[in-house]
């Protein structure tokens, strides 16, 4: 069983910065993605970032290029988003999803339990 727990999120002023991390424990064979998604209340839960871990190349929304830097430590299963220039448009709970496999064949689908980001002043 593979755990994905997220941390980092809170209250921040517009324009202000905070950095998500999100750690992926147990016993996994490959890893395909880590990603960030988000979701505002009444709002479907939309991709924020994600990095293909091999090659190790990103992808952004659109409205997150140039502010959010997704980054990653390959050793502890680990993912970070750092958000800059947070907007109050950015507010909503952020979910970090893994994909992979758990063996060669059984697929790995897991998301953390959430983290609340409120930007207001």
């Known amino acids: 069983q593979v755990q994905v727990v997220e941390s980092g999120g809170g209250l921040v002023q517009p324009g202000g910065s905070l950095r998500l991390s999100c750690a992926a424990s147990?016993?996994?064979?490959?890893?395909?993605?880590m990603a960030w998604f988000r979701q505002a209340p009444g709002k479907d839960r939309e991709l924020v970032a994600r990095?293909?871990?091999?090659?190790?190349?990103?992808d952004y929304a659109d409205s997150v290029k140039g502010r959010f830097t997704i980054s990653r430590n390959d050793a502890k299963n680990t993912v970070y988003l750092q958000m800059n220039g947070l907007k109050p448009e950015d507010t909503a709970v952020y979910y970090c999803?893994?994909?992979?496999?758990?063996?060669?064949?059984?697929?790995?689908?897991?998301w953390g339990q959430g983290t609340q980001v409120t930007v207001a002043s």
């Open positions: 990095v293909l871990w091999h090659p190790g190349s990103t």
């Open positions: 147990g016993n996994i064979f490959n890893i395909v993605h």
């Open positions: 999803n893994i994909r992979g496999y758990l063996t060669e064949f059984e697929v790995l689908d897991s």
